[in-house]
């Protein structure tokens, strides 16, 4: 794309291509928030609603529905980070993250939980403040906000039918999810981008009436710098990207006095460590969860056609316990992967793997995400790059196994012939009484290939600067004037899907950062 070619795109009004600029842009703010998907997001709309004088700054591009063209070679490289080739060091665990106006929310699946009572008990034992009635509040607002509710039953397809013959079948706990969609059509596209506008994600709930409200967005955008004055925040700094080619375009530079990191629990760590922030006690980039998942895939004789309709509504939560020792600490959701993503995971090379891919429309999955109490670390590298440093050890491991187990099992019990598990050797598995060989002590890296889609923590909340990074309403210990707004604050893993929690905390960083601003 030419200078030209980003200046004719049209972009909603109040939004601006850093990449159009023909020199070096100069902005000034009250505000300057980083990354718009969940939490900045939401951020950047409750400021903007507020009369606030708000720059929000994207690194990726805005997308209309029409721009979601349903093709995985076209939309992963646009929407995903590092072009969806993101990975832990090893490259072991894939690790998606999205970009663009929207950020995760534009390709996520809508699922929507709060985060769990045990998992705030837990936060209070490690020094976050009572987060009480007033967060209780916030989640109903977010909730009424993105038009939250549980999916019809009606829209339940056969992939997720299966993992509800099969828990009831078995006695386990299970449950409908609930999810933030208006004007679904059931494409079953939702993971590379919904184009029937049918999500009520940030780029659709949040960011058009925070412009309306005279927020300003600068697209194509990638800050590289915290800009500081002693232990005051003054900006940030950065370069325009060219956002078909990726190559780094004239520098750009936003003047604020407040800094809102809202560039994911990855990049927002990374971007503080790359700018040298003071970290006295070598917490940032620490901590870091992103809760691993494993698929497991049945093989019904009844076509499933995976890819119709809804794709995530059934959850099976019998083996998802939050306490410090808890020794079963499994999420099994269903899942369902477009044919580029599936062919990755179904065993086999050339005429083998031709074989099995037949068996697409026959195939149910669910995923095994475990709730890790192992942690790694995230660094910067150049550009959008992190290096991602998460190697799960035995106790994760025997969690992955349970939950495949788990998963194996409930699919028989729904009556598969066969189940695949991924592992390296595959296992194909012909009766539940093949389960038990399948042990944590027999994975590794590679084995299974594993999936994260959650990276949470990184810059956690606390009121003990010696023990978190920042306090229990965003604001940095170090540095006067900044904020995080991402999915970075959350001390530990939260077990289950982090957007709703993100969107809340998010509103709640926002309303702490209004209360130091001058009234007008
Ligand atoms: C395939 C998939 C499915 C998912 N499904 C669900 C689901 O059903 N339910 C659920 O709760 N969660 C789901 N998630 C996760 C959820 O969407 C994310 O956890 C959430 O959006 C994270 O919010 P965030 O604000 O931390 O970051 P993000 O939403 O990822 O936003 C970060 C933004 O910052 C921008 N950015 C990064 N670095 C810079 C920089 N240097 N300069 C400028 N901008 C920058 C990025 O481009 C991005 O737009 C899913 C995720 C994936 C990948």
């Not at 269903?334 to 995971?345: Q, T």
Request: hydrophobic residues 40%; proline residues 7%.
């Amino acid at each position: 794309m030419t200078r030209d070619d980003a200046r004719r795109r049209s972009l909603p009004d109040g939004m601006t291509s850093a990449a159009a600029s023909s020199s070096a842009l100069r902005l000034q703010a009250d505000v300057v928030v980083v990354g718009l998907g969940a939490g900045g997001g939401m951020a950047f709309h409750d400021l903007a609603i507020a009369g606030v004088d708000v720059i929000g700054v994207e690194l990726g591009d805005y997308f209309a529905p029409e721009d979601m063209r349903c093709r995985e070679e076209v939309m992963l490289p646009k929407l995903f980070m590092e072009g969806a080739s993101r990975g832990t060091f090893d490259q072991a665990i894939t690790v998606m993250q999205g970009k663009g106006v929207g950020g995760s929310t534009l390709h996520n699946t809508n699922l929507c939980k709060r985060l769990p009572d045990p998992i705030l008990d837990i936060w209070r034992e490690q020094g976050v403040e009572d987060l009480g009635a007033e967060l209780q509040a916030d989640f109903n607002s977010v909730e009424e906000l993105l038009d939250v509710h549980p999916v019809p039953q009606d829209r339940i397809n056969a992939n997720n039918d299966a993992l509800f013959r099969g828990a009831r079948a078995l006695g386990y706990q299970h449950a409908v999810l609930s999810q933030n969609r208006q004007g679904c059509q059931r494409s079953g596209m939702c993971e590379l981008g919904c184009p029937n506008n049918g999500k009520q994600n940030a780029a659709k709930v949040l960011i058009p009436p925070a412009l309306a409200a005279g927020g300003r967005a600068l697209v194509h955008a990638r800050v590289d710098r915290i800009l500081t004055r002693g232990r005051q925040v003054c900006g940030v700094a950065g370069r325009a990207i060219d956002p078909q080619s990726g190559a780094e375009l004239q520098p750009f530079e936003v003047r604020a006095e407040r800094v809102v990191l809202g560039a994911s629990a990855t990049n927002s760590a990374a971007l503080a460590i790359k700018s040298g922030l003071p970290d006295p006690h070598r917490l940032t980039g620490r901590r870091l969860h992103i809760h691993p998942g494993a698929f497991v895939m049945g093989v019904f004789d009844d076509t499933i056609e995976g890819w119709r309709g809804v794709p995530q509504s059934a959850e099976c939560t019998e083996f998802l316990n939050f306490g410090h020792d808890a020794d079963q600490r499994v999420w099994l959701v269903s899942g369902f992967a477009h044919p580029g993503a599936a062919a990755g995971l179904m065993p086999g090379f050339g005429a083998a793997h031709a074989s099995m891919m037949r068996l697409y429309p026959n195939v149910a999955a669910i995923i095994a995400m475990v709730h890790d109490h192992y942690s790694g670390h995230v660094r910067p590298r150049d550009g959008e790059r992190v290096q991602i440093h998460y190697r799960p050890d035995l106790a994760e491991l025997n969690q992955v196994a349970l939950g495949m187990r788990e998963a194996a099992r409930i699919f028989f019990a729904a009556g598969a012939r066969q189940v695949i598990i991924p592992t390296s050797p595959p296992r194909l598995l012909e009766s539940p009484a093949d389960l038990d060989a399948l042990t944590g002590a027999a994975l590794g890296p590679f084995n299974p290939s594993m999936v994260a889609v959650h990276p949470m923590s990184t810059m956690w909340m606390g009121e003990d600067p010696r023990k978190s990074v920042v306090n229990s309403r965003g604001a940095h210990h170090q540095m006067r004037g900044l904020y995080v707004a991402d999915g970075s604050l959350f001390p530990t893993s939260i077990g289950g899907p982090p957007q709703i929690p993100i969107y809340t905390f998010g509103r709640r960083v926002a309303r702490a950062l209004r209360s130091t601003l001058p009234a007008r």
